[in-house]
């Protein structure tokens, strides 16, 4: 693991408890990523129907009513997806704003990527009468609309993944380096996989709810065929996640992996193999209602996700403890430098006897390059135990780089020049070559 950059946080007390903040950020993702994934399957399932339906006219029907659903689903994810937004800023504020700030491009990519998928989705939706004669191409909105449902939970998923990782912040440089963890593909097909049999689950039900005429709006299906057929979609991606799950949990990062994750991830895979058996027996004997089987196999993936959901949740707090602690330590310390200083202010010193004390030198350390610079750990520049090894009796080979820095260090941003008096520079390089316990 690299150093773990540390920034302080906004010394501002929570407006609610934490634990408070936990359970609605698991509540309020879990509704928000149900929609998002009926959005994702229903748009794809759209797709694979209307292709089908250019040889059987009972596809083409079937992906329109389908398509039907994807717009009210696309509506209630994104609104729903604002309370987990929220809660991400008010109890993750470093590290998702890190994230943020680092996949920069690719996060802001993601207003113009939804509202065009918004837009496709809708001229797919209204013109499939319209474009009759012209199949080719009304596929190929459905398409790229899909296309585009597709890349935007993957950044999103790149980006809260990123947030994860502080010892990676200081080698990523945009979204293509943040791909580089070795969990985000096989997160990202965990999570389309879900979203593919969560959505034959619920078109199970919609397709066999009791009110839906499916003789009339059909030529050969009925409610029977249609629920076996979701039901090995459903079967088939909940199948799959048995490879993308476990692929998932070999390569993510060991920092957070607990015992309590590994429990939670154990519970939720046995639940699912339960409703893959209950799935099956649907496909090989559909039962005469959708009854006792369907609740069961619901209330079993529910469990899933729950558990799922709560294990990334594990997952997420026990990554972020150490620089948790680290931000602390550094809020903390800003906190007291900040009311020493307000103290200062309003008794109108304006130094303390002990910082009177402190050399110029030390002085425009603090003033100046300790936002950069600490003793011994990395910050935004290098630590001091290895510039002093660099300038070790030679204060005018540092006085030289502090006026006109270089760009040294590929993986280090550039250092600004700073300008300062000469008593100053000769000052502040004595005080950085004497740091005790550098060299
Ligand atoms: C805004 C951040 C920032 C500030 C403020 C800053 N530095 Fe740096 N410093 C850096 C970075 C980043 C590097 C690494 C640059 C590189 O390797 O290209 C660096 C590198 C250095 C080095 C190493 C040069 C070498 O040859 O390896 C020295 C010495 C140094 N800084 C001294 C100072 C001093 C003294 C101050 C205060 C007067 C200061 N820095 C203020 C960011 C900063």
Known sequence: MGPLPAPHDIPLPLPVSPLFLELAIVFLFLIHILFVALMLGGSLLTVAFEIRGRRRPDCDVLAREIAATVTVSKSLAVVLGVGPLLVMNVFYTVFFYSANALTGA????????VTAAFLLTYLHKYTWDRLAGAKGLHIAIGALASALFLVVPFVFLTNINLMLFPDRWTSVHGFLTALVLPNVVPRYLHFVTASVALTGLFLMAYFGRAGFPAEEVFREFDRRALRRRFASVALGATGLQLLFGPLLFFTLPAVGISWALILNILAGVSLAIVAIVLLTREVVAPGARLGVRYLATATALTGTVVFMAYGRHLYRESALAPQRTA??????????????????????????KAEAATSPGEQVFRSICSACHARDTRLVGPPLTEIDRIYKGNPAGLIAWVKAPGKKRPDYPQMPAIKLTPAQYQAVAEFVLAVPGTS
Request: charged share 20%; proline share 3%; hydrophobic share 60%.
């Open 106 to 113: 690719a996060w802001l990519a993601v207003i113009p990527l």
């Open 327 to 352: 931000i602390a330590a550094r809020t903390a310390e800003f906190e007291e430098t900040v009311l020493a200083a307000q103290m200062r202010a309003k008794a109108g010193i304006r130094h303390t």
